[in-house]
């Protein structure tokens, strides 16, 4: 049982489309994140979904637009596609707990490559 | 700003070396401090994680203490093998805002030969 999935794993696309990446997870957790890794395998978190209300949105540019229809997924839709926007997209999710967060857990990435 | 330094890789070692990969923070308040691993190919796996000054994590033979004297998280293994090959990361979790959040390190490539 995979507990973050994500969908595509690869995707390559063409500078100006549109295109989504899908997550789930059947962690029960309630909070999801996207992060995003780029060439140089640093990665910086982009958006936070705590029970489906949206709590850290990261100077991302707002042709990347999250959503979550509930709190097993964070989808994320990506406008008007840019050179730049080639990297990994990880989801993670991690539980909620009193007095602070633990771990996150990670899906496997979909590499995005735009042309 | 909350931040994670590493040493740069990449890291070359034989198999049965011994590994320290630096892992030093800028934190306010009391974060979380985690290390994550990344084989080729794969997604980020937690490999260990402290919580509070002077714990120590450890798991797969991989040790590290969380020094707040020095806010250092140093990732030590006493005899690597060729499976350990991967890419490390460093990373601590804000405190006190708890929103989750992991600022990451620029992550240090690890290969041991045989």
């Known amino acids: 049982d995979t507990a973050v999935s994500q969908t595509p794993k690869y995707l390559v696309t063409q500078m100006g489309n549109d295109k989504s990446i899908k997550c789930e997870q059947n962690l029960g957790h309630d909070t999801m994140y996207w992060y995003k890794q780029d060439s140089k395998k640093f990665l910086k978190i982009m958006f936070s979904y705590n029970n489906k209300e949206l709590i850290i949105n990261e100077t991302v540019p707002n042709r990347f637009s999250p959503k979550s229809p509930d709190k097993a997924h964070l989808n994320l839709h990506i406008n008007s596609l840019e050179l730049g926007d080639s990297a990994v997209y990880f989801c993670?999710?991690?539980?909620?707990?009193?007095?602070?967060?633990?771990?996150?857990?990670f899906g496997q990435g979909t590499r995005l490559t735009v042309v | 700003g909350n931040s994670v330094t590493q040493m740069e890789g990449p890291v070359t070692l034989s198999e049965e070396a011994f590994l320290t990969i630096n892992c030093t923070y800028t934190?306010?308040?009391?974060?979380?401090l985690f290390w994550y691993v990344q084989y080729p190919g794969e997604g980020l796996q937690l490999l260990l994680k402290a919580t509070k000054a002077d714990d120590k994590g450890s798991n797969k033979g991989f040790e590290a203490t969380y020094r707040k004297e020095t806010t250092s998280f140093h990732l030590e293994k006493g005899s690597v093998q060729v499976s350990d090959s991967a890419v490390y990361f460093c990373?601590?979790?804000?405190?006190?805002?708890?929103?989750?959040?992991?600022?990451f390190g620029q992550g240090t490539t690890l290969q041991v030969k045989p």
């Open positions: 990373a601590l979790s804000e405190a006190p805002s708890n929103t989750g959040k992991l600022i």
């Open positions: 993670a999710s991690s539980p909620s707990e009193t007095g602070g967060y633990t771990e996150a857990f």
């Open positions: 934190a306010t308040g009391y974060p979380s």
